[in-house]
């Protein structure tokens, strides 16, 4: 059969301006530290089963007067396996500007239609700006 899986991450505690991860009926929220113990923390990453619509129509909105995906899936914990990865590397958050760009630069880099122009001009900027 089919499962839920989560993607998810080992976390410092976070830097200042950085969310806290909280815990929600066993399910972590958000991407940093969790003071109540919980790491690794959720990161929003999700392959979702068609059950999770079912739970979604069964919560109530939660924070800020919306359902909460979260909240879902610690229903579904009830019927169903969810399993979580944990990436150990390759994985930016696009959320954030500076992972955003090294994401595109990363694999404009490695595909074969641009990737060499593209290792070019970017080994031209950086000689060129002395970097």
């Known amino acids: 059969g089919w499962a839920l899986v989560a993607g998810k991450k080992r976390v410092p505690r976070p ?8 815990t929600v009926r066993g399910v972590c929220t958000a991407l ?7 790491s690794p923390a959720w990161e929003g990453r999700y392959v979702l089963t068609p059950e ?9 909105p939660g924070s800020g007067g919306e359902l909460q995906l979260t909240d879902a899936i610690a229903l ?3 019927s169903q396996a969810v399993y979580g990865y944990t990436f ?3 994985r ?6 500076l992972d955003y760009l090294k994401v595109i630069v990363e694999l404009a880099s490695e595909r074969d239609d641009l990737g060499p122009e593209f290792r070019t001009f970017l080994a031209d900027f950086v ?5």
């Not at 940093?32 to 919980?38: D, I, P």
């Not at 000689?127 to 970097?131: E, G, V």
């Open 127 to 131: 000689r060129q700006r002395d970097l």
């Open 15 to 22: 830097a200042a301006g950085m969310t806290a991860v909280v």
């Open 92 to 97: 930016y958050d696009t959320g954030q500007v």
């Open 52 to 60: 999770i619509f079912e739970m979604l129509e069964r919560i109530e």
């Open 32 to 38: 940093f530290y969790c003071a109540a113990g919980c």
């Open 88 to 90: 150990t590397e390759g």
């Open 76 to 78: 579904l914990l009830q």
